[in-house]
């Protein structure tokens, strides 16, 4: 693939009598990446790697915007093990950043420095491994709620110099310019944040400067219009929870509501416009590093069992379980992260904001289903096929991978007739080539 991009095309006929409707689907196959010593690892042996060693830091926490409110603690040293790979420092000291993927690189959007919120924003190039500066946010802002919708990044809420602000924005990579869009009607800070069908959600989060009380407010917001939607309230009236969309689900998780850190966690069905239980996390948890990637909620990090950590759990939907992540490299609170895994920033304790940055490979698919594939893509998802009628597939594959390995996918191929396709040269009611890639 010298060019980094190669196209296959496979076509399905149908050979019945009646006419066929068929639709075609990305399939993750796995991956096996080729680490800088030349050895390689599965999916499954990242998984099951135990990472670095389980680091609890006993140390203040705040749920305050600023330092002004409470005292600096001391860093703490990370050991390093694979496979969290340590990745270029973040250009500054910071903590309640929001981290966000698009288009293969990873935005940080404000946050602060442990004592004063930023304007600053800075762009994470996987190939080049450097950081490059983008246009400020027109105003500082901390513990912001942001998301990427239509290929633009949402922010909004945040702490300003007042407390939680009511200002929105859309940031437009193309232009690296941001635009103002109608205020929020709830703003908090330090929100769960999740993007469900081309819509923004913002879940709870502080009231004041100092946090407290904290809200169980719900808003969604839609760029298409403009406009914001108050939602049915969070079962719990928590800040800095971890969420995300998943299938058009809403997932949260965690958070603190002033006196506890939680571990109960809900998911909100737009479509019945209500919150449900799920399984419990593994373990109270707060002021995580979270975001959605191949299909799951994954968590590292934060405040959890009143201690700030390095260990991670990651919530599946579909079984409706929680299972552990390989401890990464450094315990923190209050940093951001997304899908890749990407995980910036955060706090050892207290307000002591640094610019540590690393990722856990194998966890590059972005997308809110579980079965996009982020390195190919194909040009139809469905057709309806008479009889003797054909459809060619293309298939697009890139060299759209954050570490070099073998990555293999498949495209799934479903239509309503009571026999089956067969994927083979023999005659059937409908027949295929179907590529595999690497």
């Known amino acids: 693939m010298p060019s980094g991009k190669v196209t296959k095309t496979f076509t399905v006929t149908n050979n019945g009598g009646a006419p066929v409707e068929v639709n075609f689907g990305e399939r993750d196959g796995g991956f096996e990446l080729l680490r800088a010593d030349g050895s390689r690892m599965t999916r499954d042996q990242i998984l099951a790697s135990s990472g670095a060693p389980l680091q609890q830091i006993n140390a203040p926490t705040s749920f305050a915007a600023k330092a002004t409110m409470g005292t600096n603690a001391v860093p703490a040293t990370a050991p390093q093990a694979a496979p969290w790979t340590d990745i270029t420092d973040y250009p500054a000291n910071v903590m309640d950043n929001r981290v966000v993927s698009l288009d293969g690189k990873v935005y940080s959007i404000a946050g602060g420095n442990g004592s004063a919120s930023t304007t600053k924003n800075f762009v994470y190039d996987p190939v080049a491994q450097t950081w490059s500066a983008i246009a400020d946010l027109p105003g500082a802002r901390n513990a912001l709620t942001v998301g990427v919708v239509g290929g633009k990044i949402i922010a909004t809420g945040g702490w300003a110099a ?4 009511s200002t929105t924005w859309s940031y437009d990579p193309a232009a690296n310019t941001w635009t103002e869009k109608a205020d929020n009607p709830a703003p908090r800070s330090a929100a ?3 993007v469900v069908d081309g819509k923004l ?19 969604r917001y839609d760029p298409a219009t403009d406009t914001w939607e108050t939602l049915p309230d969070y079962p719990k009236s928590v800040a800095f929870a971890s969420c995300g969309g998943i299938e058009g689900v809403v997932y949260c998780t965690g958070g603190n509501d002033g006196a506890a850190a939680q571990k109960a966690s809900y998911a909100f069905d737009p479509g019945a416009n209500t919150w ?11 002021a995580s590093s979270f975001a959605v990637a191949n299909g799951k909620l994954l968590v590292v990090g934060g405040s959890q069992a009143g201690v700030i950590t390095n260990a991670g759990f990651a919530y599946d939907p579909a079984a409706n379980t929680w299972s552990s992540l390989p401890n990464a490299n450094t315990a923190r609170y209050r940093g951001g992260a997304a899908c890749g895994f990407y995980k910036v920033g955060g706090s050892s304790g207290q307000f002591n904001a640094t610019p540590d940055s690393e990722a856990l490979p194998g966890f590059e698919e972005c997308a809110e289903g ?6 190919f893509s194909i040009d139809k998802t469905e057709a309806t096929l008479a009889p003797g009628a054909s459809v060619t597939v293309t298939v697009v594959m890139t060299a759209n991978v954050d570490q070099p390995g073998t990555y293999t996918g498949s495209v799934a191929i479903g239509e309503n007739t009571p026999t089956p396709c067969r994927r083979s040269s023999s005659p059937s009611r409908c027949s295929s080539r179907r590529p595999g890639a690497s």
Do not use: R
């Open 162 to 165: 007042a407390g939680p602000d």
């Open 192 to 194: 769960g944040q999740a």
């Open 370 to 375: 579980a079965a996009d594939v982020s390195w």
């Open 276 to 286: 449900t239980p799920i399984a419990d996390a593994p373990a109270d948890n707060w």
């Open 201 to 219: 959600y913002a879940v709870g989060g502080c009231t004041t400067a100092g946090c407290t009380p904290m809200s169980n407010d719900v808003v």
